[in-house]
T-cell receptor, first 114, second 107 residues
Framework: EAQVTQNPRYLITVTGKKLTVTCSQN?????MSWYRQDPGLGLRQIYY???????DKGDVPEGYKVSRKEKRNFPLILESPSPNQTSLYFC?????????????FGQGTRLTVV | GQQVMQIPQYQHVQEGEDFTTYCNSS?????IQWYKQRPGGHPVFLIQ?????EVKKQKRLTFQFGEAKKNSSLHITATQTTDVGTYFC???????FGTGTRLQVFP
């Protein structure tokens, strides 16, 4: 089954404790992206990756890191989480439709930083 | 940078009423996509529009792409409780999403 898998689904952590949210897709997609969703702000792009070893900043990259060492994996790293990073996070990979990408989303990770 | 705004932010309707959400971009879009996110779920792709003035229908949903390719709309005829959720538009090949419209339908 084609899917994007995020782990963990829920996480409560303390300020400053490094954490990683994993994202894996089994569709051989080149494009992957991370979003955070906050009430009234929609889906804001954090980082995206066009291919292995190619990553770029989205609209809200501060406080986050990513890596793309393999095509299927695109982990999101919070080196020193702060309470303002409490949010719902989605990973997405992109398929092509008519030559243009559209997104498959993971189930989401609800992160709380206290 | 490129921005995609949606209005309204929230909409409450009585079941059977129509609903429309509008998507506006600060720049011309090569295509526009619409996604639906059910409460507690993740966004799911609905449709893609590419041509200027294009109109597509999916049952009670009608999607339209503006002539200038800077705006789009989603219209739902005779809403049902199953339509509840947040509707997002997305533009450009970087998949920049709009702010979303949350629809609540009262039976």
């Amino acid at each position: 089954e084609a899917q994007v898998t995020q782990n963990p689904r829920y996480l409560i952590t303390v300020t400053g404790k490094k954490l990683t949210v994993t994202c894996s897709q089994n569709m051989n997609h080149e494009y992957m992206s991370w979003y955070r969703q906050d009430p009234g702000l929609g889906l804001r792009q954090i980082y995206y990756s066009m291919n292995v070893e190619v990553t770029d900043k989205g609209d809200v990259p501060e406080g986050y890191k990513v890596s793309r060492k393999e095509k299927r994996n695109f982990p999101l790293i919070l080196e020193s989480p702060s309470p303002n990073q409490t949010s719902l996070y989605f990973c997405a990979s992109s398929a092509q439709l008519g030559g243009r990408p559209y997104a498959f989303f993971g189930q989401g990770t609800r992160l709380t930083v206290v | 940078g490129q921005q995609v705004m949606q209005i309204p932010q929230y909409q409450h309707v009585q079941e059977g009423e129509d609903f429309t959400t509008y998507c506006n971009s600060s720049t011309t879009l090569s295509n526009i996509q619409w996604y639906k996110q059910r409460p507690g779920g993740h966004p799911v792709f609905l449709i893609q529009l590419v041509k200027s003035g294009e109109v597509k229908k999916q049952k009670r949903l009608t999607f339209q792409f503006g002539e200038a390719k800077k705006n789009s709309s989603l219209h739902i005829t005779a809403t049902q409780t199953t339509d509840v959720g947040t509707y997002f538009c997305a533009g450009l090949d970087k998949l920049i999403f709009g702010t979303g419209t949350r629809l609540q339908v009262f039976p």
